[in-house]
């Protein structure tokens, strides 16, 4: 089935385009090879993203007149815009993540990060278990993203449970009466949303005084709670969880032998949150050889593009620095490449530079696990115990 299977499937092979059904009989093309992928990524024209944000489960009219409740819209704003908008959309919210901005928050989040480090480590030493996801990682993409944009004055719990509800409500295999609580969260959380895009300051307020519509302005705010800091969450739990089973590499680390970007960039490429992107057809062409009528769902594999031999000297190996590396389609490419890339891999240099030492001594006593899920990997998880204190008890 689509949504299940991949992480296993990754490693098997697969044609470049093969004809996938999901869970309710939809068939889509999914495209695996990276110059495929990329091919597609960067031909906004003939593969629009329009379906970007397409509930992928269909959602009964019980569900939908919850959403309407509340008055949930998501127009085109960012990924799934292809009009003449998303110029100057994208521009105002690159703005607010310039990397000059992003380079600011750096000693602030050093610290930050540096001061949980040395607690969990202390935890550790009593023989307790500790989670890296919910005591880590969990929270520190969003606390960067308010003091980059602005967000509404919300308790972060409530943050975060909105965006993961968000994204199992439009990417994942749900039955009814799922979707239909899942439509009430997401719908109750939009209404704040809403209330701050009308009348909140940072990127709210410039793109009201850009002249654009409060629907856009809420659609811009959804997509970067969504995808501005959930993701990295999900990224960082990741990478830790493959940096526990790499001594080699925080060795490499500890001595300065492996640079902290490069491993940020294998974590990327091995480790990606986001495993698919979607696109569909606005004409019928040919995508490796494989006809693609008007109107095909393509599912974008990015992880298995990361594996792609063409590409990567060692494909399945966590080797910091090796050819081809940096080549992943981690953040996508193109006109709707991710907006937050410097943001997400300055966050991600800061955990693996300050919290891999961590790492050394412990034992995984629960590996992330993730749900299924076309898009995103949603680990909830990650505990760890320390291996000498594990041995005496």
């Not at 996801?133 to 969003?142: E, S």
């Not at 719990?157 to 969260?185: G, I, M, S, T």
């Not at 997509?223 to 493959?242: I, K, N």
């Not at 389609?329 to 530079?353: I, P, Q, S, T, W």
Request: aromatic share 6%.
């Amino acid at each position: 089935m689509l949504f299940s299977g991949w992480g296993s499937a990754v490693e098997t092979p697969w044609p470049d385009v093969a004809e996938v059904p999901d869970q309710v009989g939809v068939r889509h093309l999914v495209v695996t090879r990276h110059a495929l992928v990329r091919q597609v990524l960067a031909d906004p024209v003939t593969y629009r993203p329009d379906n970007a944000l397409d509930a992928v489960t269909p959602m009964p009219v019980a569900a939908l007149r919850v959403l309407a409740g509340h008055r949930f819209r998501l127009p085109p704003t960012l990924a799934n815009n292809s009009g003449a908008s998303h110029p100057e959309i994208r521009a105002i919210v690159a703005e607010a993540l310039h990397p000059a901005r992003v380079a600011a928050q750096r000693p602030w989040l050093t610290a930050l990060v540096r001061d949980r480090v040395a607690r969990l480590g202390a935890r550790l030493d009593t023989g307790a278990s500790v989670d890296l996801y919910a005591d880590l990682a969990a929270d520190l993409p969003l606390l960067v993203l308010a003091r980059l944009v602005e967000l509404p004055d919300a308790p972060v719990a409530a943050v975060k449970e909105f965006a993961r509800a968000a994204l199992e409500l439009f990417w994942a295999p749900l039955d009814a009466d799922r979707q239909l609580a899942l439509a009430a969260e997401v719908g109750r959380f939009h209404g704040v949303l809403r209330d701050f895009a009308a009348g909140g300051g940072g990127l709210a307020a410039e793109l009201r005084a850009a002249g654009h519509p409060p629907d856009v302005v809420v659609g811009a705010l959804f997509f970067l709670l969504v995808a501005g800091q959930e993701t990295t969450s999900q990224f960082l739990t990741l990478l830790l969880h493959r940096l526990a089973g790499e001594p080699a590499v925080r060795a490499g680390l500890r001595t300065g032998a492996v640079a902290v970007a490069d491993v940020v960039e294998e974590g990327l490429r091995l480790e990606p949150p986001i495993v698919t992107w979607r696109r569909v057809a606005a004409t019928d062409s040919t995508l490796g050889g494989t006809a693609v009528p008007a109107g095909s769902s393509l599912v974008l594999w990015l992880a298995r593009a990361g594996r792609d031999p063409a590409v990567v000297e060692s494909p399945d190996e966590f080797r910091p620095g090796q050819r081809g590396s940096r080549r992943h389609l981690a953040f996508g490419a193109g006109a709707h490449r991710c907006v937050g890339d410097v943001l997400a891999r300055m966050e991600a240099a800061v955990v693996v530079a300050e919290a891999a030492a961590l790492l050394d001594g412990v034992t995984v006593v629960r590996p992330p696990w993730c749900p299924d899920n076309l898009t995103f990997r949603m680990p909830d998880a990650f505990v760890v115990r320390s291996v000498e204190r594990s041995g005496r008890s």
